[in-house]
């Protein structure tokens, strides 16, 4: 105890990121239950979750960091169970068929490559209405010109609707907890015209949303194909209109991430408004000298940041980026250090309160570990001075470099979720992801500067060579053998002990840091033997199979 107790003191002022740390695992236990606790287990974890309360009042400063360890692992647990009762809602417990009526809300793309309506307000033939899920999800089969969706509309139709599914296999992807959290409890499909009850209704949240869809509707029709239906994706978030064909390229060549609105088309825009807002004043001697204009940027950023969240529909990547975006500036305006992992523990604090589900899912994971992996690595080479780095050749190595972080930090999760491995990833992101920050991003912002004069389509002109150069990217690569390789899903101990392996090794002062390297080891060795059980031997390098 003694010698831990010691250990702690040395890290002293570089212990708070691990609160987010010991946050997200109780989070995860909580997931990991087989069973839902009782209102008695509840009830004793409040009152240990108070002891723990009192008890740091009374300790010691050298005992404090193990009592908050333990309370924000309790915490985590707690919100994680308040969350799951709050999202209780019916689920459907037979397979339906017959009339549908409902609300759409969302529309998007399944799986099959047709529409998909995610409809609340539901109304189903003879079933009682606290038997009928608050939200069902349906895509559209066979002959549908008798009806163009759009958010607000009621409609009806004949659907086959059955519960949300499980994982297909042991430690997969369980869609019915996302559904849970969702509140989506009847899924389907329909082979018969839907058909618009009535118009679209008024409702400020349905108002942003018609004019979401109307924007990438513009789009589309402005550009076309499926450079457009891109450029309505990563402005609106309505990736409805892109085809199966580029998808599966863009996910071949790990690039599908530039279509999800997230941390990486938030930090893009706002930085670019940042910057040019900053060094557009800087040319005003008048208002450069008296003002702060690092911090008006820094305003005028956040609220372009909000602004691209209400227009992008405010799905859980976009809300996850924006908080993420957010700390960071608010650390400018308070005159802190906007990059650091205090301020990534306090982005991941934030988002596991709000959506606490979000720790299981492949988003969080992959762009957090970006992010982690980034600061860590960056803080590393800042320390180190290279002489011949400087000016472009300056900016294309820390191209690099940040392209290799992130791509070596997020593929054992993107592995783990999607089963498969984009061997040329890197390549792909360091040809094209230059491009979506210097074009297409930067174009994405003067075409909604210009769109109120009707100017639009000169950042539209711009955005669409900067698109039609990524999915050229994406076309070659996805097209080269063995571009793309699969791997096994691991077992449910490998992510979390990889991990904490690498957040040890990231977070931890010292020599001793690198035996967070023994975990992460230990955690690809139990990974590989869970496939030569399976008869699928792998050796991981940057690449897996």
């Known amino acids: 105890m003694r010698l831990l107790l010691s250990l702690l003191a040395r890290q002293r002022g570089h212990l708070f990121p691990w609160a987010a740390v010991f946050y997200g695992c109780g989070i995860g236990i909580y997931f990991a239950l087989r069973t839902e606790p009782s209102a008695l287990h509840y009830l004793i974890l409040i009152a240990v979750l108070g002891a723990v309360m009192v008890g740091l009042t009374r300790c010691g400063e050298n005992l404090a960091p193990l009592l908050v360890a333990v309370l924000m692992l309790l915490l985590g647990g707690l919100v994680a169970g308040i969350h799951a009762h709050l999202a209780k809602a019916p689920v459907l417990g037979f397979r339906y068929y017959g009339p549908v009526e409902g609300r759409i809300v969302t529309i998007d793309r399944s799986w099959s490559d047709k529409i998909r309506l995610t409809l609340d307000q539901v109304v189903l033939h003879r079933t009682d209405p606290s038997r009928t899920p608050l939200r069902a999800r349906l895509s559209l089969h066979g002959q549908q010109e008798f009806f163009t969706p759009e958010p607000g509309a009621r409609v009806v139709l004949t659907g086959h609707l059955s519960p949300p599914q499980g994982p297909a296999e042991p430690g997969g992807f369980d869609f019915r907890r996302t559904a849970w959290f969702e509140r989506i409890g009847a899924v389907g499909y329909t082979r018969t015209p839907a058909l618009r009850l009535s118009p679209p209704e008024a409702g400020a949240r349905l108002w942003l949303a018609r004019l979401r869809h109307r924007m990438a509707e ?15 994706a990563i402005t609106t978030g309505d990736r409805s209109g892109i085809s199966r ?3 599966e390229a863009l996910r071949a060549s790990n690039l599908a991430h530039l279509l999800a609105i997230s941390g990486l088309h938030m930090g893009l825009l706002t930085g670019f408004v940042f910057a040019a807002l900053r060094y557009g004043l800087a040319l005003v001697p008048v208002i450069a000298l008296r003002w702060p204009t690092k911090k008006l940027a820094a305003l005028v950023a956040l609220a372009a940041g909000g602004g691209y969240l209400a227009l992008s529909g405010g799905n859980v990547a976009t809300v996850r980026a924006f908080v993420m975006v957010s700390v960071v500036l608010i650390a400018v305006l308070l005159d802190r250090r906007a990059l650091t992992l205090r301020v990534v523990a306090i982005a991941a604090l934030i988002v596991l309160s709000l959506d606490p589900q979000e720790l299981t899912g492949p988003g969080f994971q992959m762009s957090f570990a970006a992010t982690t992996a980034l600061i860590a690595a960056f803080g590393a080479v800042r320390a180190v001075r290279w002489p011949a780095l400087r000016g472009p050749v300056r900016a294309v190595a820390a191209a690099i470099i940040s392209s290799a972080v992130a791509g070596l930090a997020t593929a054992p999760f993107a592995a783990a979720h999607f089963n498969q491995i984009a061997h040329y990833g890197l390549m792909a992101n360091i040809a094209a992801v230059p491009v ?28 669409e060579i900067g698109i039609r150069w990524i999915l050229a990217v994406s076309v070659y690569v996805a097209g080269l053998e063995g571009a793309l390789g699969h791997v096994r899903a691991p077992g449910g101990m490998v992510l979390p002990l990889l991990s904490l392996g690498a957040l040890f090794v990231m977070l931890w002062g010292g020599p001793a840091r690198f035996l967070g390297v023994v975990a992460v080891a230990l955690s690809l060795v139990l990974w590989r033997a869970r496939m030569l059980a399976a008869g699928r031997g792998c050796v991981w390098g940057v690449a897996v199979c």
């Open 436 to 463: 979506m920050g210097l074009v297409t991003m930067p174009a994405a912002v003067l075409a909604a500067l210009l769109w109120p004069v009707g100017l639009e389509n000169i950042g539209l002109g711009i955005m």
């Open 218 to 232: 513009a789009i589309r029709s402005r550009i076309g194909g499926d450079t457009g239906a891109f450029a309505a």
């Open 245 to 247: 064909g580029t998808l």
